[in-house]
């Protein structure tokens, strides 16, 4: 374990003392903690100390995974307004993937398929298992981790099936975990703005909370830099955090930065400082989260690799093609190859090493 003193870290702000010494003491921090570090301006001492809790939990590496995203189709029941990838029928973008475009973006060398979608006005549950029985049957060895709460959800409603039904499905057809999406933020003043037609707080964690006692690990996103106040960023941790502790089975979060594109939610994406101070805030508060990740596709290739001193323990994956935050206008490259990722971490000055979709570590680049 590496060990820093406290004479160490240079404190300018001299409001994040008290939190630093919580830190040391391996004192939860509370909210109040929470917003002294989204509010500070003193990025190296915040750095030095979410780098500090990162080292703590996993020393210097920094896991990464050969993984693929698909989003077999973008037409859906809801209107989200951050969502630019949505589709109505006859919208000139909108698409359906057939199981052969579907299984010629996959190879036997990737660990993981990521698989999200739309909630799609006529498929039915059988079609999303189809896809996740053919990619199982004619991919054994990837692991598939696929459909947010919120698709869950529609299956239930869809096949008329309660959500163990439909996860008991899933589990036979291949599934091994869920993704993080869908949370947005836990606030019901934002969903109100925002997505109001989709599902609220109370029942994303249900479906997460059935989902780990059945034994499925999952995720845990945030959707910022809208119209969400540091407030609701931090309570939304906090929510987390509780339900971690109740329930187990949260394996990452991942903060994910809106790509303002068309949605008229925000004039620009948010900035480098604050991304950082956000992934950072994760890291000191999130205490029983194993992993924070640095998202590149959203963040963008440069924000993610600095992320990785601001308490960030993963960089995602390859990813191959995606397009939720693509058909928003994101700058970043549609996929990473492996070599990239090693080669951002290393120059992070952090260890690679490559997991599967469960965190198994599979090689370490000394
Ligand atoms: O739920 C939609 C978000 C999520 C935009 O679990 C947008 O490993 C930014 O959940 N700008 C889906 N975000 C993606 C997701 C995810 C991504 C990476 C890793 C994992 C994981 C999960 O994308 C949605 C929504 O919150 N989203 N539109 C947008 N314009």
Same mark, same amino acid.
């Given at each position: 374990?590496?060990?820093?003193? %406290?004479?160490? %870290?240079?404190?300018?702000?001299?409001?994040?003392?008290?939190?630093?010494?919580?830190?040391? !003491?391996?004192?939860?921090?509370?909210?109040?903690?929470?917003?002294?570090?989204?509010?500070?301006?003193?990025?190296?001492?915040?750095?030095?100390?979410?780098?500090?809790?990162?080292?703590?939990?996993?020393?210097?590496?920094?896991?990464?995974?050969?993984?693929?995203?698909?989003? +077999?189709?973008? &037409?859906?029941? &809801?209107?989200?307004?951050?969502?630019?990838?949505?589709?109505?029928?006859?919208?000139?973008?909108?698409?359906?993937?057939?199981?052969?475009?579907?299984?010629?973006?996959?190879?036997?060398?990737?660990? !993981? %398929?990521?698989? %999200?979608?739309?909630?799609?006005?006529? =498929?039915?549950?059988?079609?999303?298992?189809?896809?996740?029985?053919?990619?199982?049957?004619?991919?054994?060895?990837?692991?598939?981790?696929?459909?947010?709460?919120?698709?869950?959800?529609?299956?239930?409603?869809?096949?008329?099936?309660?959500? +163990?039904?439909?996860?008991?499905?899933?589990?036979?057809?291949?599934?091994?975990?869920?993704?993080?999406?869908?949370?947005?933020?836990?606030?019901?003043?934002?969903?109100?703005?925002?997505?109001?037609?989709?599902?609220?707080?109370?029942? =994303?964690?249900?479906?997460?909370?059935?989902?780990?006692?059945?034994?499925?690990?999952?995720?845990?996103?945030?959707?910022?830099?809208?119209?969400?106040?540091?407030?609701?960023?931090?309570?939304?941790?906090?929510?987390?955090?509780?339900?971690?502790?109740?329930? +187990?089975?949260?394996?990452?979060?991942?903060?994910?930065?809106?790509?303002?594109?068309?949605?008229?939610?925000?004039?620009?994406?948010?900035?480098?400082?604050?991304?950082?101070?956000?992934?950072?805030?994760?890291?000191?508060?999130?205490?029983?989260?194993?992993?924070?990740?640095?998202? =590149?596709?959203?963040?963008?290739?440069?924000?993610?690799?600095?992320?990785?001193?601001?308490?960030?323990?993963?960089?995602?994956?390859?990813?191959?093609?995606?397009?939720?935050?693509?058909?928003?206008?994101?700058?970043?490259?549609?996929?990473?190859?492996?070599?990239?990722?090693?080669?951002?971490?290393?120059?992070?000055?952090?260890?690679?090493?490559?997991?599967?979709?469960?965190?198994?570590?599979?090689?370490?680049?000394?």
């Amino acid at each position: 374990m590496t060990t820093i003193a %406290v004479e160490d %870290v240079v404190f300018h702000d001299q409001a994040l003392i008290p939190v630093w010494e919580k830190v040391l !003491e391996g004192k939860r921090l509370d909210r109040q903690d929470g917003l002294g570090l989204l509010n500070t301006w003193d990025l190296t001492a915040l750095g030095k100390m979410a780098d500090f809790v990162k080292r703590r939990k996993n020393d210097a590496f920094v896991y990464f995974v050969m993984n693929q995203q698909i989003n +077999p189709t973008n &037409l859906c029941v &809801l209107d989200c307004s951050f969502c630019d990838f949505a589709a109505k029928p006859g919208d000139a973008h909108a698409y359906e993937m057939t199981m052969e475009e579907i299984l010629g973006k996959l190879s036997a060398e990737l660990s !993981e %398929v990521h698989i %999200v979608g739309g909630l799609h006005p006529k =498929w039915k549950f059988e079609d999303y298992l189809d896809i996740m029985r053919g990619i199982h049957e004619a991919f054994p060895t990837i692991q598939i981790k696929a459909w947010t709460a919120v698709e869950i959800d529609w299956f239930a409603r869809i096949a008329r099936l309660s959500i +163990p039904e439909v996860l008991e499905r899933c589990r036979e057809a291949g599934l091994q975990s869920l993704p993080g999406g869908g949370a947005e933020v836990f606030s019901e003043r934002v969903r109100e703005a925002t997505f109001k037609h989709k599902m609220g707080a109370e029942r =994303w964690f249900e479906v997460h909370r059935i989902a780990h006692e059945m034994g499925f690990p999952s995720n845990a996103t945030l959707l910022y830099g809208h119209i969400e106040t540091y407030e609701e960023r931090v309570d939304h941790m906090i929510r987390l955090r509780q339900e971690q502790d109740e329930q +187990p089975g949260f394996l990452s979060f991942i903060p994910l930065a809106l790509q303002p594109g068309n949605t008229g939610l925000a004039d620009r994406q948010a900035s480098a400082i604050e991304d950082l101070r956000t992934v950072a805030c994760a890291r000191l508060l999130l205490d029983n989260f194993e992993h924070i990740k640095s998202y =590149w596709v959203m963040l963008g290739e440069e924000t993610a690799s600095v992320a990785l001193n601001f308490g960030a323990s993963d960089l995602d994956g390859t990813i191959g093609e995606e397009r939720i935050a693509h058909y928003a206008q994101a700058k970043s490259a549609l996929g990473l190859a492996r070599d990239k990722l090693v080669s951002m971490i290393r120059e992070s000055g952090k260890i690679p090493a490559e997991r599967d979709a469960l965190y198994n570590v599979k090689t370490v680049f000394n």
